[in-house]
């Protein structure tokens, strides 16, 4: 089950992740939240040395601890 996060305001976003590979070619894995699971990019936690936090719009982020 995708890992899951209620903001204040009530909605209910989920982690992902993709890896891409950036214009210098290194391969780079970029953290998101969504509103609907995508199966192929949910994450089941919060990876190490992260943590969620809420911005003022109410959006999750990842931060590093």
Wanted: glycine residues 10%.
């Amino acid at each position: 089950m995708a890992f899951s996060f209620k903001n204040s305001k009530g909605k209910t976003y989920f982690l992902h992740a993709k890896k891409v590979q950036r214009a210098g070619g290194k391969v780079t894995t970029l953290f998101y939240f969504a509103g609907d699971v995508r199966p192929n990019e949910a994450l089941d936690s919060v990876p190490a040395g992260y943590e969620v936090v809420e911005m003022k719009t109410g959006m999750p982020v990842l931060k590093k601890k």
